[in-house]
């Protein structure tokens, strides 16, 4: 009977003692979490690494510990660069990214996140769709829309420099009419969806924010890509030079004003109305 009677006392001091360690754990994970964006602000990302997979360890449910966790790992993968080291980073951070959107797959910075490392891997591919997933999230993310546009022209870049090569040319700015029509035409399969898709995003970015002059400089760019399409066309291709010439005029105007706003912004400590400090 004493042993019946005594059983659940021994059970409400179990709960007690493990709610206590339970929450001696979440002190200890937020002063690792802690610890480790000291670390990440000083530039020490291994320490900063370290600390916050503890904090991960020690409550798996902690908030933002995973997200700075993959930021960690992200801030140390090289772009462009494909040795092992390199590729492990990146993978552990699309890893600890995808790991914040199993519990929220809206958490746009985790999307971003894995879009950015994508396309520092050059998996351009993979980068375009979770862009696009971003875009799922938030229609108004002018900087998704532009990233597109980028991978299109970097794309379809590299197709016309590969198929100018072919053909002993180089590529000259002007929608290259001295090429081949057999080599043109081939391009234009090549390069046509991605000069029709680029433009779209470009577009698309410079609604949402009508100032974006590198949104721009790469319409410039893209419609240089479309003149290079015509193949034999010469009306058409001069209409693609003058919109590029166009595109291009306007991003250089709109990136001086955008510097001069910038320029005349103030401050540091702001004077209001009456002279106070604010």
Known sequence: MNRIARFPVMAAAFLAMLTM?????????????????????????????????????????????????????????VPDLTTPDNMKNANLAIQGFQSVLDKDPKDIGSLKGIAGLYFQID????????????????????????????????????????ALAGVGMQDNGDGNPKMPKPACQKLQEQNTPLVNEGLQYLQKALEIRPNYDDAMAYMNLMYRRKADLECGNDSARKEDLDQAGQ?????????KANEEKKNNTPGGIVMDGSGNMK
């Open 247 to 255: 595109w291009r005029d306007k991003a250089m105007g709109t990136r």
């Open 123 to 162: 998996k351009f591919d993979e980068a375009k769709q979770w862009q696009q997933k971003v875009l799922a999230v938030d229609p108004q993310d002018a900087e998704a829309a532009y990233t597109i546009g980028v991978i299109d022209w970097g794309v379809a870049h590299k197709n016309a420099v590969q």
């Open 21 to 77: 360690m339970t929450g001696c754990s979440r002190l200890q994970a937020r002063d690792q979490l802690n610890k480790g964006v000291a670390a990440y602000k000083n530039a020490k990302y291994e320490e900063a690494i370290n600390h916050f997979q503890n904090a991960v360890n020690l409550d798996p449910t902690l908030p933002m510990a995973r997200l700075y966790l993959a930021t960690a790992y992200a801030q140390q993968v």
